[in-house]
């Protein structure tokens, strides 16, 4: 799919870019290596075919550098490219400080690419990725939430999730 060949360019034109290129080897081995080779304050984990906002990230780092938490999460759209359609994904508005449960709208919201993560709140804790075929961000999302002090949530649509790919497998 080309995905070495961008990451190549980005970390061409961007020194913080650092392409990692491994055999293919499932979404929870990636993200492992991914989250075990992070060195900067916050990560986050993209999908290799959806698309975020200019200035995403900033914007979630504010919110995390503001409230002071090690988990903040942004809204999202779900779109087709072949049907046109589109649809907010559980969206909620700005918030600090939330607790996971006390915060019962999130169960909804438990898709890692939604999120930053604090890099060292997720090395300490080592968050395991699980190799299964779905459902594995979450497991890592009900990790992460119930070990978190607190969490905020920014209001705007950072991250377009591209829905076409994302076939319900027949067995899990």
Same mark, same amino acid.
């Given at each position: *799919? #080309?995905?070495?060949e961008? %990451?190549?360019?980005?970390?061409?034109?961007?020194?913080?870019v650092?392409p990692i @290129?491994?055999?293919?080897?499932?979404?929870?081995?990636?993200?492992?290596?991914?989250?075990?080779?992070?060195?900067?304050? !916050?990560m986050h984990?993209?999908d290799?075919?959806?698309v975020?906002?200019k200035?995403?990230f900033k914007t979630l780092?504010? #919110? =995390?550098?503001?409230?002071?938490?090690?988990?903040?999460?942004?809204? =999202?759209v779900?779109?087709s *490219?072949?049907? /046109?359609?589109?649809?907010? /994904?559980?969206?909620?508005?700005? =918030?600090?400080n939330l607790?996971?449960?006390d915060?019962k709208? /999130?169960?909804?919201?438990?898709?890692?690419w939604?999120w930053i993560f604090? %890099?060292?709140?997720? $090395?300490?804790?080592a968050?395991?990725?699980? @190799?299964?075929k779905m459902? $594995?961000d979450?497991? !890592?999302?009900?990790? =992460?939430?119930? #070990?978190?002090?607190?969490f905020?949530q920014v209001?705007? $649509?950072?991250y /377009?999730?591209r $829905?076409?790919?994302?076939s319900?497998?027949? %067995?899990?």
């Amino acid at each position: *799919d #080309k995905t070495g060949e961008v %990451t190549d360019r980005y970390a061409k034109l961007d020194s913080r870019v650092r392409p990692i @290129h491994q055999d293919n080897a499932g979404a929870g081995i990636t993200r492992a290596r991914g989250q075990e080779l992070a060195r900067k304050k !916050y990560m986050h984990f993209l999908d290799g075919d959806d698309v975020l906002s200019k200035g995403a990230f900033k914007t979630l780092v504010d #919110k =995390a550098e503001t409230d002071k938490v090690d988990m903040v999460c942004g809204n =999202a759209v779900v779109f087709s *490219d072949k049907t /046109y359609n589109t649809r907010n /994904y559980f969206p909620h508005p700005e =918030a600090s400080n939330l607790l996971f449960q006390d915060a019962k709208r /999130y169960w909804k919201s438990k898709v890692m690419w939604r999120w930053i993560f604090n %890099t060292e709140f997720v $090395q300490k804790n080592a968050f395991p990725h699980f @190799h299964y075929k779905m459902g $594995q961000d979450v497991l !890592y999302m009900y990790m =992460a939430l119930t #070990k978190v002090r607190s969490f905020s949530q920014v209001a705007e $649509q950072f991250y /377009y999730f591209r $829905q076409e790919h994302k076939s319900t497998p027949s %067995t899990v």
